[in-house]
């Protein structure tokens, strides 16, 4: 195992940002940056043990600062949607930013994606199985309207077996909504279509949404819907379904009720990889790209809409306006921490 870091360019106001490089005796490897607490590169090895990049990004801080796809990004402090951009909470009514048809996206203007954290590399101690790079920033009381000082800690490790690894840690002084996410949009062939991917998702129910992709409350079984990936099937196979919550997302942006701390299994056919999703949260966000404008990303490659798909471990989102909704609000002096495990292996 390996932690290196160098420069990855500045941001427009002069300010340096910072990649590291996690590497293990494989030869699979992760490379981080501090603007977004970001996954910048993800290489695993396919089954003729050559490396394939599984996820999609850019080669500059510039190109990060001035996109608007979250690439890989750590989303808070809320992921996913606030119906009608605002919350109550302890009596106070907060009214946060619309930017996304009326409701609040990812955090508000500047989520955590714009945000330069703090990154610090943590070798490998006894009994841990690899590298680490961890990243804090401190999220002030009223970023973004939200109340309370923050203190988040993301911690990402890349094991020996090429699983990467990502931690949550957050605090707060006051009472505050808390969802944290990864944003990673992965194609295990690393370009083109991912529509031929096939995918797992343990879940017998997933999140009903409206017409903005933002969840009812009413939970919807996936029995003898397009939303059914309880048996392995292709991601595309239902996607042009004539059903309304695939018109509603324009394709899969739903948040899934996960049965069990494995959430999902995703195979390309084309390298022979396989991704295995584990956590402790109780929804995953399977959103299949449909907004992906085409751009250029690691070393010039072209990618566009449905190129790849983002497993988005999370709270359900609008849960502060849904009854019965895991609540996602921290409380003063309560400590939140949470794991999220995406496993590479060959099949």
Same mark, same amino acid.
């Given at each position: 195992?390996?932690?290196?870091?160098?420069?990855?360019?500045?941001?427009?106001?002069?300010?340096?940002?910072?990649?590291?490089?996690?590497?293990?005796?494989?030869?699979?490897?992760?490379?981080?940056?501090?603007?977004?607490?970001?996954?910048?590169?993800?290489?695993?090895?396919?089954? $003729?043990? !050559?490396? =394939?990049? &599984?996820? #999609?990004?850019?080669?500059?801080?510039?190109?990060? *600062?001035?996109?608007?796809?979250? %690439?890989?990004?750590?989303?808070?402090?809320?992921?996913?949607?606030?119906?009608?951009?605002?919350?109550?909470?302890?009596?106070?009514?907060?009214?946060?930013?619309?930017?996304?048809?009326?409701?609040?996206?990812?955090?508000?203007?500047?989520?955590?994606?714009?945000?330069?954290?703090?990154?610090?590399?943590?070798?490998?101690?006894?009994?841990?199985?690899?590298?680490?790079?961890?990243?804090?920033?401190?999220?002030?009381?009223?970023?973004?309207?939200?109340?309370?000082?923050?203190?988040?800690?993301?911690?990402?490790?890349?094991?020996?077996?090429?699983?990467?690894?990502?931690?949550?840690?957050?605090? $707060?002084? !006051?009472? =505050?909504? &808390?969802? #944290?996410?990864?944003?990673?949009?992965?194609?295990? *062939?690393?370009?083109?279509?991912? %529509?031929?991917?096939?995918?797992?998702?343990?879940?017998?129910?997933?999140?009903?949404?409206?017409?903005?992709?933002?969840?009812?409350?009413?939970?919807?079984?996936?029995?003898?819907?397009?939303?059914?990936?309880?048996?392995?099937?292709?991601?595309?196979?239902?996607?042009?379904?004539?059903?309304?919550?695939?018109?509603?997302?324009?394709?899969?942006?739903?948040?899934?009720?996960?049965?069990?701390?494995?959430?999902?299994?995703?195979?390309?056919?084309?390298?022979?990889?396989?991704?295995?999703?584990?956590?402790?949260?109780?929804?995953?966000?399977?959103?299949?790209?449909?907004?992906?404008?085409?751009?250029?990303?690691?070393?010039?490659? &072209?990618?566009?809409?449905?190129?790849?798909?983002?497993?988005?471990?999370?709270?359900?989102?609008?849960?502060?306006?849904?009854?019965?909704?895991?609540?996602?609000?921290?409380?003063?002096?309560?400590?939140?921490?949470?794991?999220?495990?995406?496993?590479?292996?060959?099949?």
């Amino acid at each position: 195992m390996s932690i290196t870091s160098f420069s990855f360019g500045q941001l427009k106001d002069g300010t340096d940002v910072t990649a590291y490089r996690i590497e293990n005796s494989i030869g699979a490897s992760v490379t981080l940056i501090d603007y977004g607490a970001t996954i910048q590169s993800l290489k695993v090895p396919d089954c $003729t043990g !050559k490396l =394939t990049d &599984v996820v #999609l990004g850019y080669d500059t801080a510039a190109e990060y *600062e001035d996109g608007d796809g979250f %690439l890989g990004a750590t989303i808070g402090r809320v992921g996913n949607r606030i119906g009608g951009a605002q919350f109550s909470l302890n009596g106070k009514t907060y009214r946060l930013a619309d930017n996304d048809n009326g409701n609040c996206l990812h955090g508000g203007v500047r989520g955590f994606d714009k945000c330069l954290w703090k990154g610090e590399a943590v070798p490998a101690k006894a009994g841990v199985l690899g590298d680490s790079v961890v990243f804090t920033r401190l999220s002030p009381d009223g970023e973004e309207n939200f109340p309370g000082n923050l203190t988040v800690r993301v911690t990402f490790t890349l094991t020996t077996d090429n699983a990467l690894r990502i931690r949550y840690d957050a605090d $707060t002084d !006051k009472d =505050t909504l &808390v969802c #944290l996410t990864n944003h990673a949009y992965f194609n295990l *062939e690393g370009k083109g279509s991912v %529509l031929d991917h096939l995918l797992t998702v343990h879940a017998d129910r997933f999140c009903e949404n409206d017409p903005h992709c933002l969840p009812t409350g009413k939970l919807l079984p996936v029995e003898g819907t397009p939303f059914d990936f309880r048996t392995e099937k292709a991601i595309g196979r239902d996607i042009k379904a004539d059903d309304v919550q695939l018109r509603n997302g324009g394709g899969y942006d739903h948040c899934y009720v996960l049965s069990g701390l494995k959430a999902a299994v995703l195979t390309a056919p084309g390298t022979g990889i396989r991704m295995q999703v584990f956590t402790d949260l109780p929804g995953m966000q399977l959103y299949s790209g449909n907004f992906l404008t085409t751009r250029k990303g690691h070393g010039g490659q &072209v990618f566009g809409y449905r190129d790849a798909v983002a497993l988005e471990t999370q709270l359900f989102p609008n849960g502060m306006n849904c009854y019965g909704f895991p609540s996602p609000v921290l409380r003063a002096g309560r400590h939140l921490e949470s794991e999220t495990i995406y496993a590479f292996d060959c099949v």
